[in-house]
């Protein structure tokens, strides 16, 4: 198991060992045998760590996912999207005036064998483990990411964080809303009615984790992770690899039996009512450039990728696959997904946080239709609001007045702002990832913003020092995405829920009480037009503040080699991969064409 003290001589074959892995890059290939399923996904980013409590971004989520089990999840192959039980036995109970949710765990669920449990045997997963699992959550000393989903949203939670702040409460004091009515029965009794709760209960956020583990190993549970899912963590050589198990002691899931309109054709039901995982391991690979992960991925070496946009247009022609790719036996799908890339301002920021007609005047200096040219490959939509198309509240027709690029008009506003183009204006820093395309975009916003007269810094960091710095409120301008938790405009809107500011999820720290009231009014109402024309009020006192500048709604490419069976793009499910197929018949195969 992974540990984060090493000694130099440890760090020194580290650091030997990737610059080994680099190398094979242009002149290694995999070693499978015809007996070998495991999964080779790379993840384009380094991660923190696999806590559930702190996976807020798609890379942590797309490991953590694999390792443990929250109560639901989402249908693999139904659309629209349809929420079921994992954990959970069945879903839940509501009474009639929306507040208590009662729910059936599994019995017989295992947490995995770690040497944390007596003998190394691990033990039956009890509803205890998710109210032990959900006060983690709500521990101040965790400062988890993922607390925005229960505040002020289950009673006595948010006293028993305070009182736990004030050393007045243990995680043995009981909370009136979360009660357990015996080893496998659960009861949530909320603040008002919360229609978005059994969505929050399908994020890792909620996964369940065993207090062994957590005492065992203490602050280094985020590299000792041991959960209930599907595969068990084995090792992670950080910024290279992370290795998973396939659990033999797993509460076990059949490939589903119903799909949407078409999966059959496909024969993505071939595998109807088999046990799942089908593959014994899946390797994560850390790659934080594109072309290394891309030629990795020509090599078949990695079983899945994006399409750089460097290498879009000799894959992509006229919408289809290109025929050379074809050939390879390499597939294709692409979707419409649920996010929005955005660059946002920390509004406490004493510069920008005070100064509304700045940050509309950097809107409308940046192009950001060209950018969606130059860096997507024109691969989606022009964002004019935090709420994403296929989202309640979305609306196509909607024009924000502020992303329009016109150059004339942001040195007019910049003007208005007290700086005539650009005088007197410091020079403000825009933070970004590491990565040559984050980099780039970061040098393309640079040079919109001198256009008009404003200077930028760069700073580049790692993505888990990106995200220290949003969580600490030291950053002053970052481009960032949010792909949504659910589907619902509520989980983008909570991005700038005041009380959500950093270290929640409100990185830019908006804080605006017209709009926070709203929040709070559509948090208690059905999904309906009354809750839509809350959402779009919402939206425009965004525009007015404009907190952020909105960049784009992306088109998801993704490829697979033709060895990889039941593989279908979900936009908010991140624990797909127990689904998918390794038919290393067909890999032998196709890898002979590579």
């Given at each position: 198991?992974?540990?984060?003290t090493?000694?130099i001589?440890?760090?020194?074959?580290?650091t030997a060992?990737?610059?080994?892995?680099s190398a094979?890059?242009?002149?290694?290939?995999q070693k499978?045998?015809s007996?070998?399923?495991?999964?080779?996904?790379p993840l384009?980013s380094?991660?923190k760590?696999m806590?559930?409590?702190?996976?807020?971004?798609?890379?942590?989520s797309?490991?953590?996912s694999?390792?443990?089990?929250?109560?639901?999840?989402?249908?693999?192959l139904?659309?629209?999207y349809e929420?079921v039980?994992q954990?959970?036995?069945?879903?839940?109970?509501?009474?009639?005036?929306?507040?208590?949710?009662?729910?059936?765990?599994?019995k017989?669920?295992?947490?995995?064998?770690n040497?944390?449990?007596e003998?190394?045997?691990?033990?039956?997963?009890?509803?205890?483990d998710?109210?032990?699992?959900?006060k983690?959550l709500?521990?101040?000393?965790?400062?988890?990411?993922?607390?925005?989903?229960f505040?002020?949203k289950?009673?006595?939670?948010?006293?028993?964080?305070?009182a736990?702040?004030?050393?007045?409460?243990?995680y043995d004091?009981?909370?009136?809303g979360m009660k357990?009515l015996?080893?496998y029965?659960?009861?949530?009794?909320?603040?008002?009615?919360?229609?978005?709760?059994y969505?929050?209960?399908a994020?890792?956020?909620?996964?369940v984790v065993p207090?062994?583990?957590v005492d065992?190993?203490?602050?280094?549970?985020?590299n000792?992770?041991?959960?209930?899912?599907?595969?068990?963590?084995?090792?992670?050589v950080?910024?290279?690899?992370i290795?998973?198990d396939?659990?033999?002691?797993?509460?076990?899931?059949?490939?589903?039996?119903?799909?949407a309109?078409?999966d059959?054709?496909?024969?993505?039901?071939d595998d109807?009512?088999?046990d799942?995982?089908?593959n014994?391991?899946?390797?994560?690979?850390?790659?934080?450039?594109?072309?290394?992960?891309?030629?990795?991925?020509?090599?078949?070496?990695?079983?899945?990728?994006g399409?750089?946009?460097?290498?879009?247009?000799a894959?992509?022609v006229?919408g289809?696959?290109?025929d050379d790719m074809k050939?390879?036996?390499?597939?294709?799908?692409?979707?419409?997904?649920?996010?929005v890339?955005?660059?946002?301002f920390n509004m406490?920021d004493?510069?920008?946080?005070?100064?509304?007609?700045?940050?509309?005047a950097?809107?409308?200096a940046?192009d950001?239709?060209?950018?969606?040219?130059?860096?997507y490959n024109?691969?989606?939509?022009?964002?004019?609001?935090?709420i994403?198309?296929?989202i309640?509240a979305?609306?196509p027709?909607?024009k924000?007045?502020?992303?329009?690029?016109?150059?004339?008009k942001?040195?007019?506003?910049?003007?208005?702002?007290?700086?005539?183009?650009?005088?007197?204006?410091?020079?403000?820093?825009y933070?970004?990832?590491s990565s040559?395309?984050?980099?780039?975009m970061?040098?393309?916003?640079?040079?919109n913003?001198e256009?008009?007269?404003?200077?930028?810094?760069?700073?580049?960091?790692?993505?888990?020092?990106?995200q220290?710095?949003?969580?600490?409120?030291?950053?002053q301008?970052?481009?960032?995405a949010w792909l949504?938790d659910?589907?619902?405009?509520?989980n983008f809107?909570?991005?700038?829920?005041?009380?959500?500011?950093?270290?929640?999820?409100?990185?830019?720290n908006?804080?605006?009480?017209k709009f926070?009231?709203?929040?709070?009014?559509?948090?208690a109402?059905?999904?309906?037009?009354e809750?839509?024309?809350?959402y779009?009020?919402?939206?425009?006192?965004?525009?007015?503040?404009?907190?952020w500048?909105?960049n784009?709604?992306?088109?998801?490419?993704?490829?697979?080699?033709?060895?990889?069976k039941n593989?279908?793009?979900h936009?908010?499910?991140?624990?797909?991969?127990?689904y998918?197929?390794?038919d290393t018949?067909?890999?032998s195969?196709?890898?002979a064409?590579?």
């Open positions: 198991m992974f540990k984060t090493k000694s001589v440890q760090l020194v074959i580290l060992t990737c610059l080994v892995i094979c890059t242009n002149s290694c290939s499978t045998s007996t070998d399923t495991t999964l080779h996904f384009a380094t991660i760590g806590d559930p409590i702190q996976s807020n971004s798609t890379y942590s797309r490991v953590v694999q390792i443990f089990t929250p109560l639901f999840e989402y249908h693999y139904k659309r629209p929420l039980p954990a959970a036995e069945s879903m839940p109970e509501a009474s009639a005036d929306g507040l208590v949710h009662t729910i059936k765990i599994r017989g669920m295992k947490f995995h064998n040497d944390c449990f003998n190394g045997e691990g033990r039956e997963v009890k509803a205890s998710f109210i032990y699992s959900w983690r709500a521990d101040p000393d965790n400062r988890a990411n993922g607390f925005w989903i505040d002020g289950i009673k006595g939670l948010n006293e028993w964080r305070d736990k702040s004030k050393g007045e409460a243990d004091t009981v909370i009136e357990v015996d080893d029965t659960l009861q949530i009794t909320l603040t008002k009615p919360y229609y978005q709760l969505y929050t209960l994020m890792e956020f909620t996964a207090k062994e583990a065992k190993y203490g602050e280094e549970f985020l000792n992770p041991v959960g209930s899912g599907p595969y068990v963590f084995t090792e992670w950080r910024g290279s690899k290795t998973l396939k659990n033999p002691t797993f509460f076990g899931q059949k490939y589903p039996s119903e799909g309109e078409g059959k054709e496909a024969g993505l039901l109807a009512g088999q799942i995982p089908f014994d391991k899946i390797i994560f690979y850390e790659v934080v450039e594109s072309q290394p992960l891309w030629l990795n991925f020509m090599k078949g070496n990695y079983d899945v990728a399409i750089p946009k460097d290498n879009f247009d894959v992509v006229e289809e696959l290109s050939g390879k036996g390499i597939q294709m799908s692409t979707y419409l997904q649920p996010d890339t955005y660059i946002a406490k004493p510069i920008l946080g005070k100064n509304d007609k700045l940050r509309k950097i809107a409308m940046y950001s239709a060209t950018s969606i040219d130059k860096f024109g691969r989606g939509v022009k964002a004019h609001s935090p994403a198309p296929g309640d979305y609306d027709e909607f924000n007045p502020y992303v329009e690029f016109d150059q004339s942001a040195k007019q506003m910049l003007k208005d702002a007290g700086f005539p183009d650009g005088k007197g204006a410091p020079v403000l820093e933070a970004t990832t040559s395309t984050a980099r780039q970061a040098e393309y916003f640079k040079q913003m256009a008009v007269g404003l200077k930028i810094q760069i700073a580049s960091v790692s993505w888990p020092q990106l220290a710095k949003i969580k600490d409120a030291k950053a301008m970052w481009g960032i949504a659910y589907p619902d405009a509520e809107l909570q991005l700038l829920y005041g009380p959500n500011q950093a270290p929640g999820p409100n990185g830019a908006f804080n605006n009480k926070n009231k709203l929040y709070e009014q559509a948090s109402l059905p999904p309906g037009e809750r839509t024309a809350v779009q009020k919402m939206r425009d006192i965004f525009v007015e503040e404009m907190p500048v909105p784009v709604h992306r088109k998801g490419y993704s490829l697979r080699h033709g060895w990889i593989y279908k793009p936009a908010i499910k991140a624990n797909s991969l127990k998918f197929k390794v018949g067909k890999r195969e196709l890898k064409k590579l």
